[in-house]
């Protein structure tokens, strides 16, 4: 219904001279669509209280409102081109009046969780960068054609919005960072299987894609798909989801991304998480349960260290401390994060491990292949574990979907369907082995992926074996040069 639509925006987007890749393309469209769903969200909900008898209370003013300046429409509800900004005008306007009002709620909102204040956050972030006014009204237009009336056109424009998330992520840098492969968030949900009533926690959102997939497994009915009452729903939309994102452009596409998916004002926060101490999180802000996908390889400053008890400059492990911290007692986790945190030998990743085996029961590490994030370049294991009890064994799968990974054969919920099924038991196979703690090496704790039910591609033979064919070989050699010699 709106593919066409999406592809026509890029198109626009793609001949402005402010707009240079995916990442701005995704960014300009955010706002857009978000100020347009504003829109669709406010007549629906004046029509509510039409019905009731009531007043509605307009969050945006009249002439900021985009049935006013992003698409004014005449009597016959055709699109009024002669009252229509363009050039140079609408340029102006946005910059110098819009934007500046839009960024102005933060200050004026009640608190924290409002629309309002994600309005004043958002557009606290956002810059306009067409620099055309003529290409932007073409795009405003375009923008004008999505409708979030149904759930039906909701559902498409959030999938439509995924393809895009993703495309940023396929497009080079910063891969990992925006995009974590769904069915693999599907797979850790399942294993998790969060509950109505739960909090679930990202304090790394991205694209807040973790939090999107556990919604959508949530309004479905969880596990069981049982049906949610109108209670279930209240607490879904407004107690349930809670996420941090420290760049301005990710918090941007996360609260997009929330609000596509259903979530009318996401509870995401606009912060470095890691510039908050441990010790100042309290059990009022712990969490039930927690998805994430960390930054890999990220330094932070002697400062932010210091709010650790295990310091370091490795941005994940800093990350898996505050996770660690932020679980409730008998919540759970999976968090995905380099596979040479199971080995390294530094002090900050041994005592990690360390804390994390004592503190909390790793039962399962789930090792991906290479290629899982495209543009990551590094390979990863995810690790899930409950808070409050010692580990006493994990349980591994080595994940192969027995081709290479790529843009044009990602990975799929086919490849992880045996993972979630023998991690239910914590069966082995020849593709999943569990692991003592009492046999690892208490002095390093290394917790490396080692099957030890593959077979060996090129066994090692016994010396006598090799022996006996280098004599082979010797006198077949020595055959074959008699005969070249007969020959001279």
């Given at each position: 219904m ?5 592809k026509n925006?890029?198109?626009i987007?793609h001949k402005?001279?402010?707009c240079?890749s ?6 300009q469209?955010?706002?857009m669509?978000?100020l347009k769903y504003l829109?669709?969200l406010?007549h ?6 039409e ?10 003013d ?7 300046w992003?698409?004014?429409k005449?009597d016959?509800g055709n ?7 363009t050039?140079?005008?609408l340029?102006?306007y ?8 839009l960024?102005?709620f933060?200050q ?14 958002i557009?606290g972030?956002?810059k306009n960068?067409?620099q055309s006014?003529y290409s932007l009204?073409?795009a405003?237009?375009k923008?004008?054609e999505?409708r979030f009336r149904s759930q039906e056109?909701k559902?498409?424009?959030?999938h ?10 396929n497009?080079g ?7 974590t492969p769904?069915p693999?968030i599907r797979?850790?949900i ?5 509950q109505?009533g739960?909090t679930?926690y990202?304090?790394a959102a991205?694209s807040?894609g973790?939090?999107?997939?556990a919604y959508?497994y949530l309004?479905?009915g ?9 209670s279930?729903l209240?607490?879904l939309q407004?107690r349930t ?11 941007v ?7 596509l998916?259903?979530i ?5 926060m606009?912060?470095?998480t890691?510039?908050?101490?441990l010790?100042d999180?309290t059990?009022a ?14 330094k932070e400053?002697?400062e ?5 008890p295990i310091?370091t400059?490795e941005?994940a492990?800093?990350?898996l401390?505050h996770?660690i911290k932020s679980?409730?007692?008998g919540?759970?986790a999976a968090?995905?994060?380099k596979?040479?945190?199971?080995s390294?030998?530094d002090?900050?990743?041994i005592a ?5 085996l004592e503190?909390?029961n790793l039962?399962?590490v789930l090792?991906c ?6 543009g990551?370049?590094?390979k990863t294991?995810?690790l899930?574990f409950?808070?409050?009890e010692p ?6 799968y080595q994940?192969?979907?027995g081709?290479?990974l790529g843009?044009?054969?990602?990975l799929?919920d086919n ?6 099924s023998l991690?239910?038991?914590f069966?082995?196979s020849a593709?999943s082995?569990?692991?003592?703690v009492a046999?690892?090496?208490q ?11 593959a077979e060996?591609?090129n066994?090692?033979?016994e010396?006598?074996a ?14 074959i040069?008699a ?5 001279v």
């Amino acid at each position: 219904m709106f593919e066409q639509t999406f592809k026509n925006i890029d198109d626009i987007l793609h001949k402005d001279a402010g707009c240079s890749s995916e990442l701005d393309y995704t960014e300009q469209t955010s706002w857009m669509l978000f100020l347009k769903y504003l829109d669709d969200l406010e007549h629906e909900k004046s029509l509510e209280a039409e019905l009731m008898g009531e007043d509605y209370q307009y969050i945006i003013d009249t002439q900021h409102r985009w049935s006013t300046w992003a698409a004014p429409k005449n009597d016959d509800g055709n699109f009024d081109h002669n009252n229509a900004l363009t050039g140079s005008d609408l340029i102006d306007y946005v910059d110098a009046e819009l934007l500046p009002y839009l960024k102005g709620f933060k200050q004026r909102a009640e608190n924290p969780d409002t629309i309002e204040y994600k309005i004043g956050e958002i557009f606290g972030e956002i810059k306009n960068k067409i620099q055309s006014g003529y290409s932007l009204r073409d795009a405003l237009e375009k923008v004008d054609e999505l409708r979030f009336r149904s759930q039906e056109e909701k559902h498409e424009l959030s999938h439509l919005y995924e393809t895009k998330i993703k495309n940023m992520g396929n497009a080079g840098r910063n891969g990992g960072e925006y995009y974590t492969p769904r069915p693999l968030i599907r797979a850790m949900i399942d294993v998790v299987q969060p509950q109505i009533g739960e909090t679930i926690y990202d304090g790394a959102a991205g694209s807040a894609g973790f939090l999107c997939e556990a919604y959508d497994y949530l309004r479905q009915g969880g596990a069981e798909k049982k049906q949610l009452s109108t209670s279930n729903l209240k607490t879904l939309q407004e107690r349930t989801f809670y996420a941090k994102e420290k760049k301005s452009l990710a918090y941007v596409i996360a609260i997009m991304n929330m609000i596509l998916h259903g979530i009318e004002a996401p509870n995401v926060m606009h912060t470095n998480t890691l510039a908050e101490n441990l010790q100042d999180i309290t059990p009022a802000n712990q969490h039930d349960v927690i998805l994430a996908n960390p930054p890999f390889g990220g330094k932070e400053r002697k400062e932010v260290q210091q709010n650790f008890p295990i310091k370091t400059g490795e941005t994940a492990f800093l990350f898996l401390q505050h996770f660690i911290k932020s679980l409730k007692p008998g919540g759970r986790a999976a968090v995905v994060i380099k596979n040479t945190f199971l080995s390294n030998t530094d002090n900050a990743a041994i005592a990690l491990r360390k804390e994390l085996l004592e503190n909390c029961n790793l039962h399962t590490v789930l090792d991906c292949p290479a290629k899982t994030f495209l543009g990551a370049g590094v390979k990863t294991v995810v690790l899930i574990f409950t808070k409050g009890e010692p580990t006493q064994q994990v349980w591994y799968y080595q994940l192969d979907p027995g081709r290479s990974l790529g843009k044009t054969n990602p990975l799929n919920d086919n490849d992880l369907k045996e993972f979630v099924s023998l991690q239910k038991g914590f069966e082995g196979s020849a593709k999943s082995w569990s692991l003592a703690v009492a046999d690892i090496d208490q002095a390093t704790y290394d917790l490396s992926v080692k099957n030890p039910n593959a077979e060996e591609k090129n066994p090692l033979r016994e010396p006598k074996a090799i022996i006996e064919e280098i004599i082979a070989l010797d006198k077949e050699s020595e055959a074959i040069l008699a005969k070249i010699q007969e020959l001279v």
